[in-house]
């Protein structure tokens, strides 16, 4: 069954446009600013402060390096002007790997995982990111199981190969399992989220 649920929201300054790909400055509430990818119409410039909504996809791609990478980026498909910097993302997918639990030497939890989104008869793997006790449901899922998340797009600074890169990764915080129900028998499905919820944890605003 094909999920068509995507929904992205982003707003932010252009600082670069490169091969096709515009990049947004946005700041979040702790002033680190994250660098996000979005694919929309080259009919704007740098310095131009815009909100898209979108779908959010990914891509692979080769750099210079000639290694083959995954691009995450916004598609999209309404462009405005704005006042406030926003940066909201909700989608829904599948478990597809198991999550990986860490915990910090101050005792913080952090969960990363991946999320496959059929979107168009395409799916598009998404990488996440959860603190704090939203972790407790993640790490509780099984591979194959529906989530409805909700979270915004950050950019996070690596080395690869004694290269510097930068990657966009979800940081889910607003998060609840989807469980499927036949309708009397037929084919019908009816869609019901899971009660237990893990919202917004106090561990978010310190990201």
């Known amino acids: 069954m094909e999920n068509n649920y995507n929904n992205c929201t982003v707003a932010g300054t252009i600082t670069e446009v490169t091969n096709g790909i515009t990049y947004l400055s946005i700041t979040r509430k702790s002033g680190k ?32 390096d000639n290694v083959r990478h995954l691009r995450t980026f916004i598609e999209g498909n309404g462009i405005y002007t704005f006042t406030d910097d926003q940066n909201t993302i909700r989608f829904e997918g599948y478990l597809c790997k198991e999550p990986i639990l860490r915990v910090t ?6 969960v990363d995982y991946c999320i496959a989104v059929q979107d168009g008869g395409q799916s598009y793997y998404i990488y996440c990111i959860t603190f704090g006790d939203a972790t407790k449901l993640i790490t ?11 979270g915004c797009l950050q ?5 690869k190969n004694g290269q510097p ?3 966009n ?20 499905w009816s869609i019901k989220i899971k ?8 561990d978010y605003a310190k990201v």
């Open 105 to 110: 030497p101050k005792g913080q939890r952090i």
């Open 140 to 150: 509780s899922l099984n591979i194959g199981d529906k989530i409805h998340l909700k």
């Open 169 to 188: 990764e979800v940081v889910g915080y607003d998060i609840h399992k989807v469980i499927m129900e036949a309708k009397d028998g037929n084919q019908e």
């Open 165 to 167: 890169r930068t990657c």
């Open 33 to 64: 600013e994250d660098m996000v990818k979005v694919k929309i119409p080259d009919n704007y410039a740098i310095g131009d402060t815009i909100i898209v909504r979108g779908k959010i996809k990914t891509e692979s791609y080769y750099d210079t």
């Open 155 to 159: 950019s996070r600074d690596y080395i």
């Open 195 to 202: 009660e237990t919820r893990y919202a917004k944890s106090r």
